[in-house]
């Protein structure tokens, strides 16, 4: 079938970004500006297009079986790309078997519950795709850098001790174990963004009018802590990262230079760090699926 086929090329694209066995997770040994061996704009598109058709026969495979889901939880540092992952990955994708989340700072009610709570009512039914716009890993990430935030979750003082984040890890494993022998597929994507580009983006959204919406002193103060951010963010994949918990690290990196949207490294970075991302998400659950007629 011609579906196999691209599955395999989809998961032959992503291996290398696929993380299994977190213990020996470097971050420093991934590039942010990798293009997944992509050789051409053309090539990456493609492929890209191609990857389309497979995630709407698996989509329609999904559905129609109604004992799986999927969960594609996205984790990244600010301007690093998650809504324009979100939007062209999954434009192959009918919008009514596909829910996004976006998981702020907590409300009042969620801080009167359990970290998990929040996540776990949102994640998705039987035959259907759910995204997380960042996730239940904020609790490892923002909260680490900034651990003053443990006291608004009115936790018990002698439960905040220097073994909470290793607590926090195994309580997020049991967790996706739990939902995998439940028949829920997780699949998680940290969007591997520079300190360089990073900055080229802040200016790029001052700088267009159009983007300046999205523009955020607050994103400014973070930038301040980001060696600590990516420390927390290693510790993270390292703890957390599995078999049957895959976390992928997709490079984000590419030209953010308007004048030059039509230049090749930018169309090849960009295309690429979408095909990438496509090709992980069939593989996430591509591989699962075919088969189960």
């Not at 058709?53 to 540092?77: C, F, M, N, P, T």
């Not at 195994?170 to 597929?185: H, V």
């Not at 927390?232 to 990196?253: H, V």
Request: hydrophobic fraction near 35%; include cysteine.
């Amino acid at each position: 079938m011609k579906y196999n086929k691209l599955i395999k090329v989809a998961s032959r694209l992503a291996e290398p970004f696929c993380i299994t066995k977190g213990e020996k997770f470097r971050l420093k040994d991934f590039d942010p500006a990798a293009t997944t061996g992509v050789k051409s704009k053309q090539d990456a598109q493609h492929i890209l297009d191609k990857r389309v058709g497979v995630l709407s026969h698996l989509q329609e495979k999904l559905y129609a079986q109604d004992r799986w889901a999927v969960l594609i939880v996205l984790q990244a540092l600010d301007a690093a790309g998650k809504d324009g992952v979100i939007k062209h990955v999954m434009s192959g994708v009918n919008p009514q078997g596909c829910d996004v989340h976006s998981f702020k700072s907590p409300s009042n009610e969620e801080l009167s519950h359990d970290y998990l709570w929040r996540a776990h009512k949102c994640i998705p039914e039987r035959g259907k795709i759910g995204i997380f716009n960042r996730s239940y890993y904020e609790e490892v990430l923002v909260v680490r850098v900034h651990p003053a935030l443990l006291g608004a979750e009115k936790l018990p003082g002698e439960l905040i001790t220097k073994h909470v984040w290793d607590q926090r890890y195994e309580d997020i494993n049991a967790f996706e174990e739990y939902l995998t022998r439940n028949g829920i597929l997780v699949r998680k994507f940290f969007l591997h963004l520079s300190k360089e580009e990073q900055k080229k983006r802040f200016l790029e959204r001052l700088d267009d009018s159009k983007k300046n919406w999205k523009f955020s002193m607050a994103d400014i103060t973070e930038r301040g802590y980001w060696k600590d951010y990516q420390e927390a963010y290693e510790e993270m994949i390292q703890n957390t990262a599995t078999k049957r918990s895959t976390t992928s690290i997709s490079p984000s990196l590419m030209s953010t230079n308007p004048r030059k949207k039509n230049s090749k490294p930018y169309a090849l970075r960009s295309s690429a760090r979408r095909t990438d991302a496509m090709s992980n998400c069939v593989r996430g659950y591509g591989e699962e699926m075919e088969g189960r007629q």
